[in-house]
């Protein structure tokens, strides 16, 4: 079994940045990709980011040029440097890896006041 565990999370003003973490533990045989998900109240769970093993990485259109994931593979973890935060980037920021399995982390809340 894989546990991931977010941290990071919190309050910014508008045009603040934050960083997110997730560390993955557990039974990993080989991580494919790991990246970041968000979900904010009344809209659907979408992809913000990701990396795979080789390091190539994709966003959303709306995050292109603020935000910017990373890996530690030796760690397991991943990144989320977030720049320039804009109040609709307030959301739950979900980890998720790609292993044999999928596996999601519990979320961690991120609000962007304006």
């Known amino acids: 079994q894989v546990q991931l565990v977010e941290s990071g999370g919190g309050l910014v003003q508008a045009g603040g940045s934050l960083r997110l973490s997730c560390a993955a533990s557990?039974?990993?045989?080989?991580?494919?990709?790991m990246g970041w998900y968000r979900q904010a109240p009344g809209k659907q769970r979408e992809l913000v980011a990701q990396?795979?093993?080789?390091?190539?990485?994709s966003y959303a259109d709306s995050v292109k040029g603020r935000f910017t994931i990373s890996r530690d593979n030796a760690k397991n973890t991943v990144f989320l440097q977030m720049n320039s935060l804009k109040p609709e980037d307030t959301a739950v920021y979900y980890c998720?890896?790609?292993?044999?399995?999928?596996?999601w982390g519990k979320g961690t809340l991120v609000t962007v006041s304006s």
């Open positions: 998720k890896c790609q292993s044999t399995l999928n596996y």
């Open positions: 557990g039974r990993i045989f080989s991580i494919n990709a």
């Open positions: 990396i795979t093993s080789g390091g190539s990485t």
